[in-house]
């Protein structure tokens, strides 16, 4: 079997696997935990890797194809020259490895270790506390013999390790 790429209909895409999915088509919506700031307040939330697209698993000769344009939330196959283009195996593989990577990783946590990359505390480990709104975030450093917590920019925080 081969995996291709469907467009669905804008904020239809968990519709048109659930569609799909109860058409015995296997599907792949790839998502990934975003962090937003709405409000002053930060927040995740899940968002698809490719807004607009998800991922079905057929053979070219599967009499399902003919229903896919009609399952509801499915927008289009996404063609060259009229024919559905074909995504390696290689590739979904590559994305869903990808995907466990960074649910393993996630963002910095606090009590992690930092190494601060820019700015006067360059070159100094730091422990990550908190972040401080979109752009800053709180480190605790050693100076002087004491833990002083510090606002840092948050490009200039690198995770150690």
């Known amino acids: 079997m081969t995996w291709y790429a469907l467009q669905h209909k804008p904020a239809q895409g968990d519709r048109a696997v659930e569609h ?5 088509i296997a599907c792949f919506y ?3 935990t975003v962090e937003k700031i709405k409000a002053g307040k930060r927040s995740k939330k899940l968002e698809p890797l490719f807004p607009g697209y998800l ?3 057929l053979e070219q000769t599967d009499p399902m194809w003919a229903k896919l344009r009609s ?4 927008l289009r196959v996404v063609s060259f020259a009229n024919k559905p283009a074909p995504i390696s195996d290689d590739v979904i593989l590559h994305i869903k490895d990808s995907l466990l990577t960074v649910a393993e990783h996630g963002g910095i946590k606090p009590g992690q270790a930092v190494e601060l990359d820019d700015g006067p505390f360059k070159g100094i480990n730091a422990i990550f506390q908190a ?3 979109e752009e800053r975030a ?3 450093i050693s100076f002087m013999q004491k833990q002083q917590m510090v606002k840092v920019p948050v490009g ?3 995770r150690q390790g």
């Not at 399952?71 to 499915?74: C, D, L, S």
């Open 71 to 74: 399952t509801r939330g499915v």
């Open 20 to 24: 799909l999915q109860n058409q015995d």
């Open 30 to 32: 790839p998502k990934i």
């Open 55 to 57: 991922f079905v698993n």
């Open 156 to 158: 200039a925080i690198r």
């Open 138 to 140: 709180i480190v605790l």
């Open 131 to 133: 972040y401080d709104g």
